[in-house]
């Protein structure tokens, strides 16, 4: 059983940063890939980021790219989301979630085992 704790959310303007940050617990870290979601209110958990499981691969939501970096860590069990120019659009709870470590990096959220209790990203306009 893995526990994922998301950590670093608030409210910022647009155009501005912030970098989230995910630590697990529970698990063997780098048998996992590592993703963030976001869900915006009224609407379904949209794939943002993933990493796998050794960080050398990664993807993009078309909507994030060139704008959010996922890292890991694996000395420490975390993973990042370093995420810059900001957009009101961004704003959602984001959630970091683990799968279990596969060919390709899984993009749905039903690809993934375990799930954070999410941070809330507000961007004002």
């Known amino acids: 059983q893995v526990q994922l704790v998301e950590s670093g959310g608030g409210l910022v303007q647009a155009g501005g940063s912030l970098r989230l940050s995910c630590a697990a617990s529970g698990g063997t870290f780098t048998t996992y890939n590592m993703g963030w979601f976001r869900q915006a209110p009224g609407k379904g958990r949209e794939f943002v980021a993933a990493a796998n499981w050794s960080g050398g691969k990664t993807s993009y939501a078309d909507s994030v790219k060139g704008r959010f970096t996922i890292s890991r860590d694996n000395a420490k069990s975390t993973v990042a989301l370093q995420m810059n120019s900001l957009k009101p659009e961004d704003t959602a709870v984001y959630y970091c979630?683990?799968?279990?470590?596969?060919?390709?990096?899984?993009?749905?959220?039903?690809?993934?085992?375990?799930w954070g209790q999410g941070t809330q990203v507000t961007v004002s306009s």
């Open positions: 979630a683990a799968e279990a470590s596969a060919i390709r990096i899984g993009g749905r959220p039903m690809d993934y085992e375990y």
